[in-house]
């Protein structure tokens, strides 16, 4: 299904017309043609849409498009993001959002929840809370443009697969087929503006990607036709978008819940019929589909993954993971920091005194909710060039540990954080691809010791060993599982592309 | 650094407005205008409830169930969660294109009382008909206000689907004040709402457009739940661009005023009343009836036996809108939503109705016809706002000659709203299609006197019913009525 538009011999008009095949003359337009006349042809249509273009590829795209490459870095992916997910239902917002979804039950409350052993709720639920999970702490993946991939996607289809009866149960290359395909989505929408490669001003990208590749991956799970999958993207179209002023609040991981969630729900919405704009990710004057959120917008159909060779995008454009639960930006700058904290080690050794600094100097790139000088929640640590600095100074290192509230609350960290100043240079931009982080630590005594950070450790440049993944998520999933859960999951994802059916990676999570 | 970040305030104004407005505070004008608001919303939503897209989402929300429940129009003996039920029933409000537009542009009703009857029903301690009605003011408020803050809020929107954006506010305050939220939390759920707002215009004349609506009133309603839980988002939400601003390309919000225990207050909808529709489609479409029934009558009144094929050509002078302009619409959305077929419906029928949307009269080839002859123009001086806009019609005969008629202001519109009569004429053709006589006669009762009802839990009974549907429940109620 998809709007036509044709001129007619009189005038230009055109033709808003829901359901066509190719070439309609005025006649027909009015007749409608039905969808079965779609169907018979084989062919593409010459002006396919853009959004078309997107539903036929959630449909058609097959397991056998996975390249080793994108099937290796889809599963760390989905393994970094189990362990920040466990880890993440320890959080008081999660316990929050948690306790709003148990006031309401559903007879078909069988999805599981993270951290909570027995504990079900309805599927569009489950991927909710799980993806305030993920998000809750900052610790989830990080992708190039800029959004968080995984915590939008993996709970929903996660919630669905626990759906699906025991005897229809996805198999691993299914499941990591509709995963990528939920990446690829979020991908291609951020390819489509300027905008979209720069440290968000003004919409949260999970909540505006992130659910329309919730809603392609479930599209895809439940194997929906490709006008379902159109129209499930359109409908998550409007439910899409977040400010970005709920970022480094405690609202902030319920964009990904959300995200997650209203994607599955749009697909469900489609699954039963529901019907949306046949136009929302194609440029139309006037009226504003998913350009609504970008004030630059040029879309591109993506190729038919029959026809031509498909290439996913994480193939070209691997992920950061993060080692410590903050805003991404914050990785640099601790690097650097924890440069001049060996520095200083070596120089003094022992702990660090602030008494010995008398200026710290931070060249960070320009970006208003990453700089907070005196952050009084964990959720503001997160989101502080200086908390992270400072920190790093003092400890050579950021931990999860390093935003409880001893830890914020130190005399110490106060000490050092009054002597902070920022410069944002301008070779330095808001982009997590080109920016880089400086310390600059003048001592009372007068010496200067300075630290640089390009490219951090997780960094898509310089990508976390599988140790170092794994290592995450022991101590991770090693909050809320047992060590003997945690290695079976470790073992489940390993090897999903080989399981006949995920119930080995579902069974765990229980 | 933007000048706004060192104003503040206009969030905390709100906050400070929402929990301290009180009964005492509304006016006889706000309190007549919103009740008529009331009506006609429930009217538009009974009959919505007969809608496919209605039954799509309530089957979609049934496997929901809550420890308290909330009843869904129009379906005896079906109770949702209270968010899935402002939800469902937020949807039927707006099925049909049927409810009450504002200035600026939004339909702010269908995003407020889903949400407050729903909430309503499950409280302890159920509210007066004066807190109910207190609640709602201070929603449709908030919304205007929020609407005052940018220009580009009062042109035929663009971008975003106005009632997704300023319709999950209000529902948040409405829900906020409906549960006596402190002002720090009013402000919590105005800023949990935010990160729901906004849905693009191109859903607008789809089957999805009605879940904006829904969605506002699930999504300001489950604010409010988590604020009271303690959830907190960003204490100055209503002041920053990249807050509710993110909305708006030109966004500059003012604090309100002061709200004291003997403080008057000013109400917007004391100085900005409503339109409410007489058929449903766009309110657009009102204009370009009302100057083809005009013209209609002009012809027929020269020619009482004319044929209406004998029309060569016909123009229409309206503002230029691009989603509105749909010269043949397939769907009964696209037909809401189309100059074109609002026109032809007019000239052939003398009205246009809600029966004018059913797929046979869609399919006359009458209609089909005289469709190929229309032309749209846009000049200049006819803005795309519901302020300011206007219709002119020219319908040319195959002998020459030419008649014109020319509609400033449609009936129904808030510069000449609807008669009494007329509005509860609207309502009973509506609600009839659902309810019998009785229960109907019983809502248009407890609606006239909301403001001196201690109890109007009834109104939420009563909407439950459905003539068509037996449930055990509804013979015990009945009698009891």
């Not at chain 1, 031509?308 to 454009?317: A, G, I, K, T, V």
């Not at chain 2, 301690?125 to 205007?144: D, M, T």
């Not at chain 2, 661009?241 to 008057?264: C, H, I, K, M, W």
């Not at chain 2, 479409?285 to 094929?309: C, G, Q, T």
Request: charged letters at 20%.
């Amino acid at each position: 299904m998809y709007v036509h538009t044709i001129q007619l011999r009189h005038s230009n008009i055109t033709v808003c017309i829901q359901r066509s095949t190719r070439y309609l003359s005025a006649f027909s337009a009015t007749r409608g043609l039905h969808k079965s006349a779609l169907d018979v042809a084989e062919r593409p249509a010459p002006e396919e849409t853009v959004t078309s273009s997107f539903g036929r590829f959630i449909q058609s795209v097959q397991p056998r498009h996975l390249s080793p490459t994108v099937l290796q870095r889809s599963k760390r992916m989905i393994l970094d993001s189990i362990g920040v997910g466990l880890l993440g239902s320890t959080t008081e917002v999660f316990e929050l959002a948690l306790q709003h979804c148990q006031h309401m039950y559903a007879s078909d409350d069988i999805s599981f929840v993270y951290g909570r052993q027995g504990v079900k709720l309805s599927p569009t639920l489950a991927a909710f809370v799980n993806g305030v999970a993920a998000h809750s702490m900052d610790f989830d993946d990080t992708w190039h443009p800029a959004t968080h991939p995984s915590g939008a996607v993996l709970p929903a289809l996660l919630a669905i697969s626990d759906m699906l009866h025991k005897n229809s149960k996805p198999s691993g290359l299914d499941f990591l087929t509709a995963f990528n395909v939920g990446i690829e989505i979020q991908g291609r929408l951020m390819r489509f503006s300027n905008e979209a490669h720069n440290i968000p001003k003004r919409f949260h990208p999970p909540s505006v990607v992130g659910t329309l590749g919730s809603a392609a991956a479930c599209a895809r799970l439940l194997s929906l036709d490709r006008n379902q999958c159109s129209n499930a993207l359109a409908i998550a179209a409007s439910l899409a978008g977040a400010p970005m002023a709920n970022a480094a609040t405690q609202s902030k991981p319920l964009h990904i819940g959300n995200a997650s969630r209203l994607g599955l729900e749009a697909a469900l919405l489609a699954s039963r019929g529901l019907e949306a704009s046949p136009l929302v990710l194609d440029a139309v004057p006037g009226v504003a589909g998913f350009s609504a959120f970008y004030e630059d917008y040029a879309p591109q159909p993506i190729g038919s993954p029959e026809k031509d060779e498909h290439s996913f995008l994480l193939e070209r454009q691997d992920i950061a993971f993060k080692r410590f639960p903050a805003h991404l930006g914050m990785h640099w700058i601790a690097d650097a920091a924890a440069v001049v904290h060996k520095n200083l080690v070596g120089l003094r050794g022992g702990s660090i005194s602030p008494n010995l600094v008398q200026d710290i100097l931070l060249r960070v790139p320009l970006s208003k909710y990453i700089n907070r000088p005196f952050p009084e929640t964990e959720h503001q640590a997160r989101h502080s060039f200086q908390f992270n600095a400072c920190t790093a100074l003092l400890d050579g290192e950021v931990t999860v540990q390093s935003f409880h509230p001893e830890a914020l609350q130190r005399p110490e960290l106060h000490a050092l954080l009054s002597r902070v100043r920022l410069e944002h240079p301008h070779d330095n931009p808001a982009n997590f691809n080109i920016m880089y982080g400086e310390v600059e630590v003048t001592l009372v005594s007068g010496d200067v010791l300075q630290g640089r950070c390009d490219t951090f450790y997780g960094h898509w440049r310089n990508p976390l060993s599988q140790e170092s993944l794994q290592k995450k998520f022991r101590n991770n999933s090693g909050t809320v599982l047992s060590n003997e859960r945690v290695e079976r999951l470790i073992e489940a994802v390993e090897g999903l592309d080989h399981l006949d059916d995920c119930k080995p990676l579902l069974a765990q999570l229980q | 650094m933007n000048i706004l970040d060192d104003m503040g305030g206009v969030t905390e104004s709100f906050g400070a407005a929402v929990s301290c407005l009180s009964t005492s505070h509304l006016t006889d004008e706000v309190i007549r205008r919103s009740k008529r608001m009331i009506l006609d919303t429930l009217g538009v939503g009974l009959l919505g409830t007969s809608t496919p897209v209605f039954n799509t989402v309530l089957q979609s929300s049934q496997r929901q169930q809550a420890l308290e429940n909330s009843q869904v129009w129009g379906r005896p003996g079906l109770s949702v969660p209270p968010q899935y039920a402002a939800f469902v029933n937020g949807v039927a409000v707006h099925s049909m294109d049927f409810d009450d537009t504002w200035h600026p542009a939004t339909h702010p009703s269908g995003a407020v009382l889903p949400a407050l009857l729903a909430l309503a029903e499950t409280m302890p301690a159920k509210p007066s008909g004066l807190e109910l009605l207190l609640a709602f003011n201070v929603g449709i408020e908030v919304q205007g206000r929020l609407l005052r803050f940018s220009k580009e809020a009062h042109n035929i929107p663009r971008r975003f689907h106005p009632p997704a954006v300023v319709g999950v506010m209000g529902s948040a305050a409405a829900s906020a004040k409906l549960l006596g939220l402190p002002a720090a939390q009013s402000i919590a759920a105005l800023a949990i709402a935010c990160s729901s707002a906004g849905a693009p215009m191109a859903n607008a004349a789809t089957q999805t457009k009605p879940l904006h609506m829904g969605n506002a009133a699930r999504g300001g309603l489950e604010a409010s739940q988590l604020a009271l839980l303690g959830l907190e988002g960003n204490t100055q939400i209503l002041d920053l661009e990249s807050g509710f601003g993110a909305f708006y390309p030109d966004y500059v919000p003012r604090p309100l005023a002061e709200v004291t225990p003997t403080s008057q207050y000013r109400w917007v909808l004391e100085d900005q009343d409503i339109a409410q529709k007489r058929f449903p489609a766009h309110l657009g479409m009102h204009w370009v009836a009302d100057a083809a029934i005009e013209a209609r009558a002009k012809f027929l009144d020269k020619y009482p036996n004319a044929n209406l094929s004998q029309i060569k050509k016909i123009t229409l002078r309206v503002p230029s809108s691009r989603y509105v302009d749909c010269p043949f619409p397939v769907s009964e959305h696209q037909a809401r939503h189309s100059f074109q077929f609002n026109c032809c419906t007019a000239l052939l029928d003398g009205q246009v109705t809600v029966e004018s949307f059913s797929k046979s009269q869609m399919n006359r080839s009458a209609l089909k016809e005289m469709l190929l002859k229309v032309e749209l123009e846009n000049p200049q001086d006819n803005h795309s706002s519901f302020e300011k806009m206007y219709c002119e019609i020219a319908v040319e005969t195959t002998q020459g000659e030419m008649f014109t008629a020319r509609c400033n202001t449609f009936y129904g519109h808030w510069r000449k709203p609807l008669s009494h009569e007329d509005l509860v004429k609207k309502f009973r053709a509506n609600a009839s299609t659902v309810l019998t006589a009785d229960v109907m006669e019983g809502i248009i009762y407890t609606v006239d006197r909301l403001d001196t009802n201690q109890d109007c839990s009834m109104l939420w009974s009563y909407m439950h019913f459905n003539k068509h549907m037996m449930h055990s429940d509804e013979h015990r109620i009945s009698a009891l009525a």
